[in-house]
C-alpha cells in the first residue's frame, strides 16, 4: 500500500554529521568479526521548519556491506547532501528520485531520508507509525545472540535473555558452531521459538550441514549463502524444511521481487539501511505481504534514533514475526535518546510523538562524537 498521505516538504538550509563511538554492553560476534564499539553515523537535517534526526547504520569496515563508515560520510558530503541542498525545498517522497543518479550508498541514502522525514513529521505533528501504516501500538521483540566462547556460554546468554522477557531468539552461527550450538539451545529450552543467522558464512557445498539444522524445528534460517546468490538459494530452499529467509541479498524491491519469484525465499528480513530508506522498506513489505510471504525486522545495533523507527515500520502489518527491536540495554549502557526503548512483557512500544518520537541527549550525543561536521546551502 502507497503511503496514504505524503509529508509536506521542507525548506533544507543544510545537514549535520557525526561520527559516534558507542561502547557495547558486551562483544558482538558474528561471521564477519567481533565488535565491542559501535560506529554509526548519526544525521541531523536543518531545516527552516524545524530539525530531524537520522541514522546511517554502516559500520567502521565494509564486512557486512560493502558499505563503511568513511566511505558514508565521504558520499554523503561530496554528493548527496549537496544534491539535496540544491533542490532547496524536498518532501521525504522525493529524496530516492534526487538521490538515483548516484549509484548504491543505500544506508546513506536512508539516513538523510529518515532526517528529512523526521523533520518533515515533526513540522506536521505526526507520528512516524501513523504515516508509515502502523496497525500496532508496540512490537514483539526478539533479541539477536553473537557467538559465545562456547556452546554452554551460548546457553547461559539465551537464559539470561529469557528471563529478561523476549519472546524469540535468534542465535549466530557459522561452520563448527552451528549444530551443536543449536542443538544446546533447543535441548535446554525446549520449543521456544528460535531462529539462526549464518549471515552469508557457508555454500551450497554445506548443504548436508545446514539440512541437519531440520531436526530443530527452527523457525528460520537466515541468509545461508552470499548476497549474490540467488539462484543457489533457491536451490538450498528446495533441499530444507526449515523456512529460509533472505536478509542481505533484499536490496531493494526489485531484488525481493526477483527472490520470491524464484523462490529463493519464504521469509524476508526487512532492514530499512539496506534497501536504501523506510519509504523503499514499505514498498519491499507490501509486495512480501501481497504474496503471503512473513516479514520481519531486521537490526543493525542501532541508537535510539534507528531504534524508534524500527518499531513504527515493525508495526506494519505485514511484519508477523519477532524482530529485532530489541531495549536499548540489549546493546548500550547508554543511548543518545532522553527515553530509549524498553522491553515491556516482551514488547517495545512504538513512539507517538511527532515524527520519530524521540528526545536527542545532547549531553550523550556529545559525549560519543568523534567527528562533525555541518554542510549548509
Known amino acids: 500500500m502507497p503511503i496514504a498521505h505524503p509529508a509536506a516538504s521542507v525548506r533544507l538550509e543544510g545537514f549535520e554529521l557525526r561520527v559516534l563511538h558507542l561502547p557495547l554492553v558486551s562483544p558482538f560476534t558474528t561471521s564477519f568479526g567481533t565488535e565491542t564499539v559501535r560506529e554509526v553515523i548519526v544525521v541531523r537535517a536543518l531545516t527552516a521548519d524545524g530539525d530531524g534526526w537520522g541514522e546511517i547504520v554502516t559500520q567502521d569496515a565494509p564486512l557486512y556491506s560493502s558499505e563503511y563508515t568513511q566511505g558514508a560520510w565521504d558520499v554523503a558530503i561530496r554528493w548527496l547532501i549537496p544534491a ?10 522525493d529524496v530516492a528520485g534526487v538521490l538515483a543518479p548516484f549509484v548504491g550508498h543505500r544506508m546513506a541514502k536512508a539516513g538523510l531520508e529518515l532526517a528529512i522525514l523526521d523533520a518533515a513529521l515533526r513540522a506536521a505533528g505526526r507520528p512516524l507509525g501513523q504515516y508509515l501504516g502502523a496497525v500496532r501500538d508496540r512490537v514483539p521483540s526478539g533479541v539477536s545472540v553473537g557467538i559465545q566462547h562456547d556452546p554452554a556460554a551460548l546457553v ?14 535468534k542465535i549466530k552461527i557459522k561452520p563448527g558452531r552451528d549444530i551443536g550450538d543449536t542443538a544446546a539451545v533447543r535441548d535446554e529450552f525446549g520449543a521456544i521459538p528460535l531462529q539462526v543467522d549464518a549471515n552469508s558464512a557457508y555454500t551450497l557445498s554445506d548443504i548436508d550441514t545446514l539440512a541437519e539444522l531440520d ?39 526489485k531484488a525481493a521481487t526477483d527472490a520470491l519469484a524464484l523462490g529463493a525465499a519464504s521469509v524476508v528480513n526487512i532492514k530499512a539501511g539496506r534497501v536504501g530508506g523506510y519509504l523503499e522498506a514499505v514498498r519491499v513489505h507490501d509486495l512480501c505481504r501481497d504474496a503471503g510471504i512473513p516479514v520481519w525486522c531486521g537490526g543493525m545495533l542501532e541508537t535510539g534514533i534507528g531504534r524508534a523507527a524500527n518499531a513504527a515500520l515493525a508495526a506494519l502489518p505485514g511484519f508477523t514475526l519477532p524482530g ?15 527515553e530509549p526503548a524498553v522491553l515491556d512483557d516482551g514488547h517495545v512500544r512504538v513512539p507517538t510523538g511527532p515524527g520519530l518520537g524521540v528526545t536527542i541527549d545532547p549531553v550523550a550525543l556529545e559525549a560519543f562524537t568523534v567527528a562533525r561536521e555541518i554542510v549548509r546551502r
Not at 84 to 93: C, D, N, S, V, Y
Not at 218 to 245: F, K, M, N, S, W
Not at 324 to 338: C, E, G, M
Open 324 to 338: 529485532d527491536v530489541s531495549a536499548s540495554s540489549r546493546f548500550y549502557h547508554r543511548d543518545i535518546v532522553t
Open 156 to 169: 547461559e546468554v539465551v537464559r539470561s535473555y529469557l528471563d529478561e522477557g523476549y519472546v524469540r531468539i
Open 215 to 253: 531436526r530443530f524445528d527452527l523457525l528460520l534460517i537466515e541468509q545461508p549463502l552470499q548476497e549474490d546468490d540467488i539462484v543457489d538459494h533457491a536451490t538450498l530452499a528446495r533441499h530444507l524444511r526449515t523456512p529460509v529467509c533472505l536478509d542481505e541479498s533484499i536490496v531493494s524491491l
Open 84 to 93: 539535496l541542498l540544491e533542490r532547496g525545498t524536498a518532501a521525504p517522497e
